[in-house]
């Protein structure tokens, strides 16, 4: 039983390889769609991760935790897999500007950490960023527009109306597109906030490819606190609902595909063996048992699917290698979006999944599309079969 | 060796049912060749079939060495065809994707063979049909009568009881027929297998111990 098993393996393989045109059509199908989706599935997952970039990269970071003590020293929450840990302190209050008044949320920052942390910088529109120098403030582009300011214009900050104004010189004036942003917050050297801040906010960016939980975990050990420090998805739900919708859009796109292709390889495998339902025919007259011949069509459609959706993989998983180092240009098509605020550019993104699905998912359908063709050639009549010559 | 009994067999074409064959019977020798003649339509294809078990006769029996075809499962039907027949067709039939040597070498395979004993009978048999030069060809560079000729070394590889042929030099000139039905003759004496054929060229029922006819449904010796 085993050595006729290997053996119509191997007559199986030799029909592929020999009816190499037919089998070339065949497999292009399925090779083309798993190689597509694969393809596509890193596309998406690569939006995805633009998205999260671009607006954890903007300002926010990672993880967030508000209000620390002063004695918590950042150094403690540098643990391995942070790549900065940001210190920002917020002081609610009033700017002026002769007749003009607009409350804001002045931020102090260290400016050449942020810098180095987050894109903020690369939103300028006028001027410059924060450069250290004394007494400078850096705001947004409504801001500017409702107080009448502009580069070099002079302003003062005010805690409360009792308190003594503070001068300000606009080093730059940015435009997000976010309309908390450039309406709302403004920022300046941390050494120049009007008054002592006694607590501080913590923007926390990971190193790429780490998951906030675990990170989470730990600073709530080192903290001793529980549901203060809250990760990305916690402070934009609307982002991880895009993102989660994005993934499941792609997930039922695949099953469709697979599905339309499943059909197309079906009747194409149909017509194949009607073509070849002679030779069927020949085989079962030498006395081929019908397992062995439900075993012959599946072996070639299975070898045939295998070879095929291998293929696709190398292809799909090369197409997204090479354009994984220069990424995809969408800027045109991002210029108002908020979720691509600091660059329009996707890089493709392979994930097991997106590896995996699209092949596994071709093979057992591919390989179920085999059901109908190889119940034809079971049920069909030898003796009707070679009289229809 | 073949006991066809009272057999008959009709078609349905459309709203009318022609009967193909009409109660017949006939006896086959063991080693005996045995030539079926009959105009084009007369049923002889449906006759072989039903001898060799591809077809059932709506009533009748065949018993084909000794076993009693009506009998048999699917399973066991295939296997009497793997181990007990051979069979030739009009136009050879080769497997296109398999090699000349592979095509004679697969029922062998089908049986279980060893691996040494297949070399050495599908070696025998290249050199019985004189085409040794050509084992690693495939069937479409070969001509007609070269086809026609591994169809036989194919259909005797594994040395059955039976073999059958279904007008076998039909697409043949009559030499090259000859020269065919005589490796069919001359292979199974050999090995001491019995023929049954059909053609309808009355050049070729010499070669055959005995002839016969079909007509009208009818079998007439």
């Known amino acids: 039983m085993v050595t006729n098993l290997i053996f119509i393996l191997k007559t199986a393989i030799k029909f592929l390889a020999r009816s190499w045109r037919a089998t070339f059509v065949l497999a292009f199908m399925i090779f083309i769609s798993v190689a597509t989706l694969i393809f596509l599935s890193a596309l998406a997952t690569g939006t995805n991760d633009a998205m999260i970039r671009n607006s954890v990269g903007l300002y926010s970071g990672n993880i967030q935790r508000m209000n620390l003590p002063d004695s918590l020293r950042p150094e403690a929450l540098e643990i391995k897999g942070v790549k900065h840990v940001l210190v920002r302190k917020a002081c609610p209050g009033i700017l002026k500007k002769d007749d003009h008044i607009e409350t804001i949320l002045l931020t102090g920052i260290d400016s050449e950490k942020e810098k180095k942390a987050t894109g903020l910088y690369k939103k300028t529109i006028k001027g410059k960023y924060l450069s250290g120098k004394e007494k400078e403030i850096y705001i947004g582009q409504i801001l500017a527009k409702k107080l009448d300011l502009d580069i070099d214009s002079r302003l003062y900050f005010q805690k409360g109306l009792e308190s003594v104004p503070v001068e300000f010189t606009v080093s730059g004036i940015f435009k997000t597109g976010i309309g908390g942003f450039d309406d709302e917050i403004a920022f300046c050297n941390l050494k120049d906030l009007p008054e002592e801040v006694l607590v501080w906010n913590a923007a926390i960016f990971l190193e790429e490819g780490k998951k906030p939980q675990a990170i989470i975990a730990e600073y709530e050990k080192i903290t001793n606190s529980r549901g203060e420090f809250l990760a990305w998805y916690d402070l934009m739900p609307d982002l991880k609902q895009l993102t989660d919708l994005n993934q499941v859009c792609m997930d039922i796109l695949t099953v469709i595909v697979f599905a339309i292709v499943a059909v197309g390889v079906a009747c194409a495998f149909v017509i194949f063996i009607l073509k070849n339902l002679r030779e069927y025919g020949i085989l079962k007259t030498m006395g081929l048992s019908p397992g062995l011949m439900a075993f012959f069509i599946m072996a070639k459609v299975t070898i045939l699917n295998l070879f095929a959706a291998l293929s696709g993989v190398v292809a799909g998983a090369l197409l997204c290698w090479w354009l994984s180092g220069s990424g995809i240009d969408i800027s045109q098509m991002t210029s108002h979006n908020k979720y691509f605020v600091i660059s329009g550019i996707i890089y493709p993104r392979l994930t097991a999944g997106s590896l995996l699905a699209p092949p596994i998912l071709a093979f057992v359908l591919s390989s179920a599309a085999a059901l109908w063709p190889m119940m034809i050639v079971l049920r069909s009549n030898v003796a009707k079969i070679l009289r229809n010559r | ?221």
């Open chain 2, 1 to 221: 060796m073949l006991h066809v009994n009272n057999i008959s067999k009709a078609f349905a074409t459309g709203r009318r049912r022609i009967k193909v064959l009409k109660d017949i019977s006939f006896y086959v020798e063991k080693g005996e060749i045995v030539a079926l003649k009959g105009k084009s339509g007369s049923g002889k294809t449906t006759l072989l079939n039903c001898c060799c078990g591809l077809e059932s006769p709506d009533s009748g029996k065949v018993i084909c060495s000794g076993i009693d075809l009506k009998t048999l499962s699917a399973g066991q039907l295939s296997r009497f065809l793997r181990t007990k027949t051979g069979f030739v067709f009009q136009q050879g039939n080769l497997l296109s994707y398999l090699t000349v040597s592979e095509n004679i070498s697969f029922p062998l395979h089908l049986n279980g063979e060893k691996a040494n004993n297949i070399k050495s009978r599908v070696s025998e048999l290249l050199a019985i049909i004189g085409m040794e030069e050509a084992k690693h060809a495939l069937p479409s560079g070969l001509s007609g009568g070269e086809t026609l000729r591994v169809s036989v070394a194919r259909a005797l590889s594994h040395k059955p009881e039976m073999l059958f042929a279904d007008e076998p030099t039909a697409s043949l000139d009559t030499a090259t027929g000859k020269s065919v039905l005589s490796l069919i003759r001359d292979l199974s004496r050999m090995q001491k297998s019995t023929v049954v054929f059909s053609t309808h060229d009355p050049e070729l029922l010499s070669m055959a111990d005995r002839v016969l006819e079909l007509k009208d449904g009818e079998l007439k010796e």
